[in-house]
């Protein structure tokens, strides 16, 4: 297999997003990831309407200095709702006399659809930017409506608060959790263990859920060290990426916040972190995630040789002791010969030999890996020093 086209061939890419999870997985496929789907939250419809129906009386019963309109689908929602209760002309007659700022394109585009239109966007596409542009002005007395999408904003609305406006916060759509979290708990293991190379985020909700459910499992700190080292952290933009930033986790961000950008952002970052090329006895040998590129072909790797192979390739052309290679097999290949002084099971040497096995079988070449009498196993390249790690 050819992977100039791939970028993310041998790579493993989690997605928790709920909604347009296909279009993303599909997406991430397209350029050769292998993608595990675990949603972390669901996008549940306000089972009573009545806070939103009194939001929209409130909007309607007296004038709007300014509307903020954060979400393009949260809008469209407001409106056909609004509909639904015959209130869409009054409230579309309030909003033309308000001043009207959209957070980014598609919020503008749904303004722009209902026969209105934006006085400002920012091209942060932030809510902190636009929190920034209303405190400039003097909002004393002003009556502002906030059109919310999943979960409050604290901040951004007790700022214009004690600002001195009256803030109306319109509330269209709520999070929860996932019914169940199953497939995101294996999610959040495999990040740990290090068989998944990158997490996707599309919203700083499903951020907060995937967290909450590795705290519940115990796994919080050991997560966030994964994502601080081996594992991606992909966010669609800065509010997605806020609750990590503030754990000091790094993020991989397009420019825009969109899916296409995230895709292309994360297919540029992750093979330049998580790739490793060696180029061992007349072979080009390229680490990925679970898989290696030998000579341009992609060849898929199980994860207990693939322990062994990043195990070597932390120092090519070394000699690494079976002993060594023992406290890196996974633990469900471990027969439970012992146990080591960290407290772990170790595997034992037939385990490593095993693993060597299916090693130079998935490599498909001869002399990659030698053996060397006594003493263990070794890349057959000259000795490279190297700290990088994998």
């Not at 929209?56 to 007296?62: F, W, Y």
């Not at 495999?190 to 990158?198: C, F, M, S």
């Not at 960290?342 to 385990?351: N, V």
Request: with cysteine; proline share 6%; net charge positive.
């Amino acid at each position: 297999m050819n992977t100039d086209h791939e970028p993310l061939a041998g790579f493993a890419v989690g997605v928790t997003a709920a909604r347009r999870h296909e279009e993303l997985a599909a997406l991430l496929e397209r350029r050769g990831a292998r993608v595990v789907h675990a949603p972390a939250i669901r996008l549940v419809p306000l089972a009573d309407d009545a806070e939103l129906l009194h939001a929209t009386n409130v909007c309607i019963a007296d004038r709007l200095d300014y509307v903020v309109v954060t979400t393009a689908i949260g809008f469209r929602a407001w409106l056909e709702t609004a509909d639904g209760w015959g209130l869409r002309d009054a409230l579309i007659e309030r909003l033309h006399k308000a001043r009207i700022l959209a957070r980014g394109p598609k919020a503008r585009g749904a303004i722009r659809s209902a026969g209105l239109q934006e006085e400002w966007s920012p091209d942060s596409e932030s809510c902190q930017e636009l929190l920034r542009h209303l405190l400039a002005e003097d909002l004393t007395g002003t009556r502002i409506a906030v059109q919310l999408y999943g979960e409050p904003l604290p901040d951004f609305t007790g700022a214009l608060r004690a600002a001195g406006a009256e803030v109306i916060e319109v509330p269209v759509y709520r999070w929860s959790r996932t019914d169940d979290s199953t497939p995101l708990r294996r999610l959040v293991g495999q990040a740990v263990a290090g068989t998944i190379d990158a997490i996707t985020f599309t919203s700083a909700p499903a951020v907060t859920a995937t967290l909450a459910v590795a705290a519940e499992d115990g796994l919080e700190e050991a997560l966030l060290e994964a994502l601080r080292t081996h594992t991606v952290a992909a966010c669609v933009g800065p509010v997605t990426a806020q609750p990590l930033t503030d754990r000091g986790v790094p993020t991989v961000q397009p420019e825009r916040a969109r899916i296409g950008a995230l895709v292309r952002a994360l297919a540029a970052d992750l093979p330049r972190r998580r790739a490793r090329r060696i180029n061992v006895r007349g072979h080009t040998l390229e680490l990925r995630g679970h898989a290696v590129v030998l000579d341009g072909q992609l060849r898929p790797i199980a994860p207990a040789p693939m322990a062994i192979l990043r195990a070597l390739a932390r120092r090519p052309g070394h000699v690494v002791s079976r002993a060594e290679l023992c406290t890196v097999l996974p633990s469900r290949v471990i027969t439970g010969s012992g146990w080591g002084r960290d407290g772990r099971p170790q595997a034992d040497e037939h385990a490593v030999e095993m693993a060597v096995a299916r090693l130079r079988r998935g490599l498909g070449r001869s002399g990659i890996v030698e053996t060397v009498v006594k003493r263990g196993y070794r890349l057959a390249c000259d000795p490279v020093r190297t700290d990088r790690p994998f």
